[in-house]
T-cell receptor, first 114, second 116 residues
Framework: DTAVSQTPKYLVTQMGNDKSIKCEQNLGHDTMYWYKQDSKKFLKIMFSYNNKELIINETVPNRFSPKSPDKAHLNLHINSLELGDSAVYFC?????????????FGPGTRLTVL | AQKITQTQPGMFVQEKEAVTLDCTYDTSDPSYGLFWYKQPSSGEMIFLIYQGSYDQQNATEGRYSLNFQKARKSANLVISASQLGDSAMYFCAMREGPGTASKLTFGTGTRLQVTL
């Protein structure tokens, strides 16, 4: 059973297009995240949702719009794609509380903008 | 200032030897957590080990241990008895604040290559 799943795994598209990446977790967690990993492997937080509410929005262009229809899903829609958006996008989830509560990552979506 | 610093872009270790991957951090928050993740060439992010700022003892998980030196703000990962399957990118990350629903700040990673 996949804990955090993302679709699609690969996405190749032209500049200017609009695309979406979907994420689902079956761990019962209440918090979900989007991270971007660039070509140098640097990982950076983009957004975080807790119980469907946006709690972190890190200086991301407003072409990126996350949507959380319920606690188990966090989708990422990107408008007017640019070359610099090419990266691997990871979804993650965790449970708020004390203790370790590590973040579980999805397999990533490799986005290539041509 | 960088919040998480990993000064070793690449490391080599022979099979069955131990290796230490360095990580220093910077925070003024008294409550924080430190994580290590492994990213093999297949791309997934695998959680390895966690150290809380108030934990008295160094964390251990199988062949992984964390050498936590709070005064020096370092949280080095020690892998004992290296295996070929340990070849991967390793990321140190920090979560600040008492709540766990907060972001991870990652270091730039260390690429570990295990040789025969």
């Amino acid at each position: 059973d996949t804990a955090v799943s993302q679709t699609p795994k690969y996405l190749v598209t032209q500049m200017g297009n609009d695309k979406s990446i979907k994420c689902e977790q079956n761990l019962g967690h209440d918090t979900m995240y989007w991270y971007k990993q660039d070509s140098k492997k640097f990982l950076k937080i983009m957004f975080s949702y807790n119980n469907k509410e946006l709690i972190i929005n890190e200086t991301v262009p407003n072409r990126f719009s996350p949507k959380s229809p319920d606690k188990a899903h966090l989708n990422l829609h990107i408008n007017s794609l640019e070359l610099g958006d090419s990266a691997v996008y990871f979804c993650a989830s965790s449970q708020e509380g004390t203790g370790v509560n590590e973040q579980f990552f999805g397999p990533g979506t490799r986005l290539t903008v041509l | 200032a960088q919040k998480i610093t990993q000064t070793q872009p690449g490391m080599f270790v022979q099979e069955k030897e131990a290796v230490t991957l360095d990580c220093t951090y910077d925070t003024s928050d008294p409550s924080y957590g430190l994580f290590w993740y492994k990213q093999p060439s297949s791309g997934e992010m695998i959680f390895l080990i966690y150290q809380g700022s108030y934990d008295q003892q160094n964390a251990t998980e199988g062949r992984y241990s964390l050498n936590f030196q709070k005064a020096r703000k370092s949280a080095n990962l020690v892998i004992s008895a290296s295996q070929l399957g340990d070849s991967a990118m390793y990321f140190c990350a920090m979560r600040e604040g008492p709540g766990t629903a907060s972001k991870l700040t990652f270091g730039t990673g260390t690429r570990l290559q295990v040789t025969l």
